[in-house]
């Protein structure tokens, strides 16, 4: 090594973790006046929809034109597995994988990882990143 890389470094650890500290707060603060707000205006904007929701179903239309915009009623379906073991077996007899999501559950392939080494799936990449974690002392 050089002298330069066993100088001293310019700003201490201990500043360095004060700093971060400082900044990590003052974005949760920021975070939760953000959701605060964001969640007020959720609220009345949920006021308003079903405000033209019931005028809508009142009046027997499906779509209403004004001056400021279309507004449109839409049905949204969502799906959920109470069995799973049984649509599993329905995905596998029907050959529909694609009824699935394409994503890895990260927790439960790092698990299987360390509990099988060498049992790489094919096609599997992997992405590991250093991060910086700052803890406050315990008082």
Known sequence: MNEEALAAPAVSMDRLARVYI???DA???LTREYEDKDAALKEQQSGVAN???DQM???GVKSA???HGTVALKV???YYAQ???AMYRFI???DAGFLLEKRIAQTNMSDFMEQNPGRIPPGLNTMSETEVSVTRPRK
């Open 22 to 24: 400082k900044i990590r």
């Open 27 to 29: 974005r949760s603060q």
């Open 51 to 53: 405000a033209m929701k």
């Open 57 to 59: 179903l009142a009046l």
């Open 65 to 67: 034109g004004t001056t």
């Open 76 to 78: 949204k379906t969502r």
């Open 83 to 85: 069995d799973w073991d």
């Open 92 to 94: 596998h007899d029907n």
